[in-house]
Nanobody, 121 residues
């Protein structure tokens, strides 16, 4: 079982930046494909970004390309989502997700509890 804990959410003005973090309890992310998703009020959860298990590839939703960057630290204990040029429509609860040697950007076995991001206009 992999327990994921997100942090770094908060309230920011439009145009500002936030960096979300995701840590796994008691283990590293080595060999895990990792993803970020978000869910806004009244909407379905949507894909935001993902990083392949071997750190070779990334994928981003069109809505965040050029503004968000997914990465993990060299020790593979923390996943990040750097969010720049934030817009009010980025307001949502953000979730990290993981799957061992995952070969899909959209299918994950483990999910965190989420962290709220609110962007004011």
């Amino acid at each position: 079982q992999v327990q994921l804990v997100e942090s770094g959410g908060g309230l920011v003005q439009a145009g500002g930046s936030l960096r979300l973090s995701c840590a796994a309890s008691g283990r590293t992310f080595s060999g895990y494909t990792m993803g970020w998703f978000r869910q806004a009020p009244g909407k379905e959860r949507e894909f935001v970004a993902a990083l392949s298990w071997n750190d070779i590839s990334t994928n981003y939703a069109d809505s965040v390309k050029g503004r968000f960057t997914i990465s993990r630290d060299n020790n593979k204990v923390t996943l990040y989502l750097q969010m720049n040029s934030l817009k009010p429509e980025d307001t949502a609860v953000y979730y990290c997700a993981a799957r061992k040697y995952g070969n899909s950007w959209f299918v994950y076995d483990y999910w965190g509890q989420g962290t709220q991001v609110t962007v004011s206009s």
